[in-house]
């Protein structure tokens, strides 16, 4: 575990989202970071395809959800 650096209004704006995010300022620190890491790993790729794929990844489906609805 380290210590990130990071200028005020980045962290006023960290502690803004965590808000609606109902995450802590360092899990969602650590979001945006990983996020924008798999953005820049995969530059063809939307923010919604890459989300959707790392919840396919973690076993999360949109699909598992509407058949136990149904």
């Given at each position: 575990m380290g210590i990130v650096n990071i200028d005020d209004e980045l962290h006023?704006?960290?502690?803004r989202a965590t808000k609606v995010?109902?995450?802590?300022?360092n899990a969602q620190a650590a979001y945006w970071?990983?996020?924008g890491m798999l953005c820049e790993m995969n530059p063809t790729?939307?923010?919604?395809?890459i989300i959707t794929r790392e919840l396919g990844l973690?076993?999360?489906s949109a699909q598992s959800l509407t058949a136990h609805e149904a």
């Open positions: 006023d704006q960290l502690r995010s109902c995450r802590s300022i970071i990983r996020v790729l939307s923010f919604n395809q973690a076993g999360v």
